[in-house]
């Protein structure tokens, strides 16, 4: 006998609306591009973890040389480094990285943020009523804004003059809108975002988020910044084409891009001790091109290189032509794919609590590099320097001076990682015999050999482990520690 159970009414439409809500629902990416922002990136992070409907927070970081990254990383960040220096790349980075259909971005720089900051970025977008949310918020606009901006916009821009606040970077929108915009590199990156997403005739809303304090720019750093957001205006404008400006009297504009190589942490000055670690088959179950290859299916193309190429220089550059046309997001799952060593982390935090430096020498590239560094708490990287453009691996390759054989190098190899080893040592005044290598390959041999403490590790190259002050056979660095005084 079949048994039939009634459910009211009421009952049927309250578990519909409850199903609609939950299907309707949409969590929110919350990205912080950062430099240097240790004093208040722990509390920015926490702050955007507690509110409701974020379900993942990114930190883009421009190559900190202070306790950003891992304080961050404290805090459950999921942590990226640029490819190159500057908040736009950090946030069009970001965006590659981005899980979700709603996306908010943040200055590291801010604490507290009223309660409701990101509640009232969002909801517009969620309802439907926007697709991009500026912030405006209770506190005298900047000199830049007032002096520089507004003037421009009144005259370009007229209808942008309904923002109070355009050079605010607390902004939120949808993914899908973000992904068809250019991040400038520099302080224009802001009032960028604004006018192209205005030109695109995107639906645009501005909310109050309440009272915030940020550090004001020192005054060396106005000139430059009036300069670029100037700078952004009038070339959007131009590129807008509208004939009721002449823009040959303005003059050419040029692009003002900083690029610098800062690989090394300078906080450890004071320290005395080094420890350098290889990447690929030492900190990494694998090697990051071979694994590279397989993912995306130039196997024999890189066994051909490696076959018929004997110079070192050209072999390194013919190899990163492979990766061309695939991006960052791309190389970075390829790197998250590859198991690391197992304890390599504390093995790493126990190092540095008994006073060692401790940095990655590769011959792989700088992203990748980067990108192990940040998840093992490890102090620099230093490595070649592959080249992209909008995110995307241009297939050229930089080989950093460091690495290039000189008058004081050791060997006559035309690039080796004992020169990178020398530059580090001569940058911290710490004695060579006060270093350890570990390393597995016969590209490592010069700098084992020339280190106070050379370890083979895990190696099947017979003249390494010749050489090598110790050996360690297994995949575990728990040994290294008994050196490691």
Same mark, same amino acid.
């Given at each position: 006998?079949?048994?039939?159970?009634?459910?009211p009414?009421?009952?049927v439409i309250e578990i519909?609306? *409850?199903s609609?809500? !939950?299907?309707?629902?949409?969590?929110?990416?919350?990205?912080?591009?950062?430099?240097?922002?240790e004093?208040?990136?722990? +509390?920015?992070?926490?702050?955007?973890?507690?509110?409701?409907r974020?379900?993942? &927070?990114i930190?883009?970081?421009?190559?900190?040389?202070?306790n950003?990254?891992s304080?961050a990383?404290?805090?459950g960040? %999921?942590?990226?480094?640029?490819?190159?220096?500057?908040?736009g790349?950090?946030?069009? +980075?970001?965006?590659?990285f981005?899980s979700?259909? *709603?996306?908010?971005?943040?200055d590291?720089?801010?604490?507290?943020?009223?309660y !409701?900051?990101?509640?009232?970025?969002?909801?517009?977008?969620? $309802?439907?009523e926007?697709e991009?949310v %500026?912030?405006s918020?209770?506190?005298?606009?900047?000199r830049?804004?007032? @002096?520089?901006?507004?003037p421009?916009?009144?005259?370009?821009?007229?209808?942008?003059?309904?923002?109070?606040?355009?050079?605010s970077?607390?902004?939120?929108?949808?993914?899908?809108?973000?992904?068809?915009?250019?991040? $400038?590199?520099?302080?224009?990156?802001? =009032?960028?975002i604004?006018i192209?997403?205005?030109?695109m005739?995107?639906?645009?809303?501005?909310?109050? *988020?309440?009272?915030?304090e940020?550090?004001?720019?020192?005054?060396q750093?106005?000139?430059?910044?009036?300069?670029?957001v100037?700078?952004?205006i009038?070339?959007?404008?131009?590129?807008s084409?509208n004939?009721?400006?002449n823009?040959?009297e303005l003059?050419?504009?040029?692009?003002?891009?900083?690029?610098?190589?800062?690989?090394?942490?300078?906080?450890?000055?004071?320290?005395?001790?080094? &420890?350098?670690f290889?990447?690929?088959?030492?900190? @990494?179950?694998?090697r990051?091109?071979?694994?590279?290859a397989?993912?995306?299916?130039f196997?024999?193309?890189?066994?051909?290189?490696?076959?018929s190429?004997?110079? &070192?220089?050209?072999l390194?550059?013919?190899?990163?032509?492979?990766?061309?046309d695939?991006? !960052?997001?791309?190389?970075?799952?390829?790197?998250d794919?590859?198991?690391?060593?197992e304890?390599?982390?504390? *093995? &790493?935090?126990?190092?540095?609590?008994?006073? !060692?430096?401790?940095?990655?020498?590769?011959d /792989?590239?700088?992203? =990748?590099?980067?990108?192990?560094?940040?998840?093992?708490?490890?102090?620099?990287?230093?490595?070649?320097?592959?080249?992209?453009s909008?995110?995307?691996?241009?297939?050229?390759?930089?080989?950093?001076?460091?690495?290039?054989?000189?008058?004081?190098s050791?060997?006559r190899?035309?690039?080796? %990682?004992?020169?990178?080893?020398l530059?580090?040592?001569?940058?911290?005044?710490?004695?060579? +015999?006060?270093?350890?290598?570990?390393?597995?390959? $016969?590209?490592?041999?010069?700098?084992?050999?020339?280190?106070?403490?050379?370890?083979?590790?895990? /190696?099947n190259?017979?003249?390494?482990?010749?050489?090598?002050?110790?050996?360690?056979s297994?995949?575990?660095?728990? +040994?290294?520690?008994?050196?490691?005084?």
């Open positions: 006998m079949k048994r039939v159970i009634v459910i009414i009421e009952t519909k609306f *409850i609609h809500f !939950y299907n309707e629902i949409q969590m929110i990416t919350v990205i912080i591009p950062t430099l240097n922002e004093e208040h990136i722990a +509390e920015v992070v926490n702050f955007a973890k507690s509110q409701p974020v379900s993942e &927070v930190v883009m970081d421009d190559k900190s040389l202070d950003t990254i304080k990383q404290q805090s960040a %999921k942590i990226i480094t640029s490819t190159k220096l500057g908040k790349v950090s946030m069009r +980075e970001g965006v590659l981005a979700n259909d *709603i996306i908010v971005f943040l590291g720089d801010i604490d507290p943020y009223p !409701y900051t990101i509640k009232l970025l969002t909801d517009p977008i969620a $309802r439907g926007a991009f %500026k912030s918020f209770s506190r005298n606009a900047g830049v804004t007032e @002096l520089v901006a507004k421009l916009l009144s005259i370009f821009f007229p209808d942008l003059l309904r923002f109070s606040q355009p050079l970077g607390m902004i939120a929108g949808k993914k899908s809108i973000f992904q068809q915009l250019e991040f $400038r590199d520099d302080y224009g990156v802001d =009032i960028g604004l192209d997403v205005n030109l005739n995107v639906k645009i809303k501005e909310v109050e *988020i309440g009272y915030i940020n550090k004001s720019k020192p005054l750093a106005l000139g430059k910044m009036s300069k670029e100037a700078q952004t009038i070339m959007k404008a131009a590129m084409k004939p009721n400006y823009f040959e003059g050419a504009l040029k692009e003002i891009r900083s690029q610098m190589e800062l690989a090394l942490n300078g906080q450890h000055n004071s320290l005395s001790k080094l &420890v350098v290889d990447m690929d088959n030492t900190l @990494l179950k694998g990051y091109v071979d694994a590279c397989n993912a995306f299916g196997k024999k193309e890189l066994m051909d290189i490696r076959s190429e004997p110079d &070192v220089i050209l390194t550059k013919k190899i990163a032509t492979l990766l061309k695939r991006t !960052y997001s791309e190389l970075i799952a390829v790197a794919s590859i198991p690391i060593i304890g390599t982390k504390e *093995i &790493v935090a126990e190092l540095k609590n008994r006073g !060692y430096i401790v940095g990655i020498v590769s /792989s590239y700088d992203c =990748i590099t980067s990108h192990i560094k940040n998840k093992l708490g490890i102090d620099f990287s230093l490595s070649n320097e592959l080249e992209f909008k995110s995307i691996c241009t297939g050229e390759v930089k080989i950093p001076s460091f690495m290039v054989n000189g008058p004081g050791l060997c190899h035309s690039l080796c %990682k004992t020169n990178a080893l530059s580090v040592l001569q940058k911290y005044n710490i004695k060579r +015999e006060n270093s350890i290598v570990i390393g597995d390959s $016969r590209n490592d041999l010069c700098i084992i050999k020339e280190s106070g403490i050379g370890i083979a590790f895990c /190696s190259d017979d003249l390494l482990n010749h050489f090598a002050d110790v050996i360690i297994k995949p575990d660095f728990t +040994e290294l520690l008994q050196f490691a005084k």
